[in-house]
Nanobody
Framework: QVQLVESGGGSVQAGGTLRLSCAAS????????MAWSRQASGKEREVVAA????????FYADSVKGRFTISRHNVDKMLYLQMNNLKPDDTAVYYC????WGSGPWFRAQTYDSSGQGTKVTVSS
């Protein structure tokens, strides 16, 4: 498995912005599909954004489309999630995921083989 370490979480007011970062131990065939998921208290984990190896293909859940942007920098082995216009419903622990392109639907957490420990995001109204 790939080691993934998230950072950048914090507390913001509604309408604010945060940028999450994820450092990967390596970029290989195991990271040809990367994503961000989140889990709010008492709710199931939701994959909110995913990106292909080259960055040319991205996917977003309807709940974040138009507000969040996923990107990656392969040379630095980094994955990012720019979160704008945050809402209280975005409050959750956010996880970085890594998997193999083509191994399953991007929106299913089970598609991914590696996950980080998470970083907490709190949005107050």
């Amino acid at each position: 498995q790939v080691q993934l370490v998230e950072s950048g979480g914090g507390s913001v007011q509604a309408g604010g912005t945060l940028r999450l970062s994820c450092a990967a131990s390596r970029f290989t065939y195991e990271t040809t599909l990367m994503a961000w998921s989140r889990q709010a208290s008492g709710k199931e984990r939701e994959v909110v954004a995913a990106i292909s190896e080259g960055g040319g293909t991205t996917f977003y859940a309807d709940s974040v489309k138009g507000r969040f942007t996923i990107s990656r920098h392969n040379v630095d082995k980094m994955l990012y999630l720019q979160m704008n216009n945050l809402k209280p419903d975005d409050t959750a622990v956010y996880y970085c995921l890594a998997g193999i392109w083509g191994s399953g639907p991007w929106f299913r957490a089970q598609t991914y083989d590696s996950s980080g420990q998470g970083t907490k995001v709190t949005v107050s109204s």
